[in-house]
Nanobody, 128 residues
Framework: QLQLVESGGGLVQPGGSLRLSCPASGSTLDGFVVGWFRQAPGKVRERVSCISSSGGSTHYANFVKGRFAISRDNAKNMVHLQMNSLKPEDTAVYYC?????????????????????WGQGTQVTVSS
């Protein structure tokens, strides 16, 4: 059974950077679409970014375009989220999730309800 464990969260000042990692165990990530989602206190979980199983298709929420970058290393069975120019409104628990799909275009699948395997989340706090 696929297991995901996020790491890399923490406290950072506005304008700073963090790199989140999501190594998988129990199964290879080959064939899986992987996404990053976040949930702030009192708000619904929202998509941040997704990457197709091949890595050839990515999707970003408008509020992170140009600041965040998703990547995957299938050899290491891992997905990353590089977060730059962080803002206080980026403060949330960030979750890694995966769903099995070979569909080449990731955008239609980048929704919370499409993902069945979730990590436990890592806290990102952006504050001065």
């Amino acid at each position: 059974q696929l297991q995901l464990v996020e790491s890399g969260g923490g406290l950072v000042q506005p304008g700073g950077s963090l790199r989140l990692s999501c190594p998988a165990s129990g199964s290879t990530l080959d064939g899986f679409v992987v996404g990053w989602f976040r949930q702030a206190p009192g708000k619904v979980r929202e998509r941040v970014s997704c990457i197709s199983s091949s890595g050839g298709s990515t999707h970003y929420a408008n509020f992170v375009k140009g600041r965040f970058a998703i990547s995957r290393d299938n050899a290491k069975n891992m997905v990353h989220l590089q977060m730059n120019s962080l803002k206080p409104e980026d403060t949330a628990v960030y979750y890694c999730a995966a769903t099995f799909s070979g569909f080449p275009i990731v955008h239609p699948m980048c929704v919370v309800s499409a993902f069945g395997s979730w990590g436990q989340g890592t806290q990102v706090t952006v504050s001065s």
